[in-house]
């Protein structure tokens, strides 16, 4: 796969579709990987080329010291939109990847046209879940991404999902027991660290919330929160847990798309 040479390691990333078209990023959850959008592609490419990227620590792209910020890989996603000499963007984040989103709506308007937040909240959590988290990654490694992996199908899917796709459930999963602890840890602590709850309402561009009315970590309310305070934002909610782009399929890709083209 193609990267960008930031200055402390590649940025690992793909970019299909028609040349022609405006660009559509998609940004991955915490613990996992930039083929958490395959089911979205075929549908997207449609309208939009499709830029869509491993986040630091995650995939095949850099793994660098020490904890990580929610604006450093903000930071990294206009490093690899200059690095392939794209000005403006529409954006669609999920969980840390829409964390993301809020930063980069909050601190670069100007290279977004549309952002779509997709079962995030403007603070995920507390310090007390996450330390105990970010403690065990570093101190038992891969087990702990083992563990965690096996957890996260409960917190990421319905049951009902769960036992009727083991497939696809099998296929995400899988991304998170991949991916490096260090990595991983180090994301916690930036997903713990932010907190969009006073800025959020600066932001003015035009932007669609999805929630999982199933979503325990991000729970609609957290959704909500944000829809009342961005002007004119817009909500859409599905029957799913965290990961409703996966569990929502191709409902999901077509509330997105409408939310893009209108």
């Known amino acids: 796969m193609p990267a960008v040479h930031l200055a402390d390691g590649d940025l690992n990333y793909l970019l299909e579709g028609d040349k022609q078209l405006p660009v559509l990023v998609l940004s991955n959850s915490l613990g996992t990987d930039l083929?958490?959008?395959d089911a979205q592609i075929?549908?997207?490419?449609?309208?939009?080329?499709?830029?869509?990227?491993d986040t630091?620590?995650?995939?095949?792209?850099?793994?660098t010291e020490g904890l990580y910020s929610i604006e450093q890989n903000g930071r990294d996603v206009?490093?690899?939109?200059?690095?392939?000499?794209?000005?403006?963007v529409?954006?669609?984040g999920?969980?840390?990847?829409?964390?993301?989103?809020?930063?980069?709506?909050?601190?670069?308007?100007?290279?977004?046209?549309?952002?779509?937040?997709?079962?995030?909240?403007?603070?995920?959590?507390?310090?007390d879940v996450w330390n105990p988290r970010i403690e065990m990654v570093l101190r038992d490694g891969p087990a702990a991404m083992l563990a965690l992996r096996n957890a996260s199908i409960a917190r990421w899917f319905t049951p009902a999902f769960a036992e009727a796709e083991t497939a696809k459930v099998e296929a995400v999963v899988g991304m998170l027991a991949a991916t490096s602890p260090q990595g991983y840890a180090a994301n916690c602590a930036a997903v713990r660290d932010a907190d969009f709850r006073e800025q959020i309402g600066s932001v003015s561009l035009p932007l669609l919330m999805v929630c999982g009315t199933e979503d325990a970590v991000t729970?609609?309310?957290?959704?909500r929160f944000i829809v009342e305070r961005v002007k004119g934002a817009q909500l859409v909610e599905f029957h799913a847990a965290h990961l409703s782009n996966v569990e929502a399929g191709a409902a999901f890709s077509q509330a997105v798309l409408e939310f893009l083209t209108h």
Not at 42 to 53: N, W
Not at 219 to 223: L, N, Q, R
């Open 56 to 63: 630091r620590g995650h995939g095949k792209s850099l793994v």
């Open 90 to 92: 529409y954006f669609c």
């Open 219 to 223: 729970t609609p309310a957290d959704g």
């Open 42 to 53: 075929e549908a997207f490419t449609q309208h939009f080329q499709v830029l869509r990227y």
């Open 94 to 127: 999920l969980s840390m990847g829409g964390l993301i989103g809020q930063w980069l709506a909050i601190n670069a308007p100007e290279r977004l046209k549309r952002v779509v937040l997709c079962n995030t909240a403007a603070k995920i959590g507390n310090p």
């Open 78 to 88: 206009l490093a690899l939109l200059d690095a392939l000499a794209i000005d403006q």
């Open 35 to 37: 083929h958490m959008w």
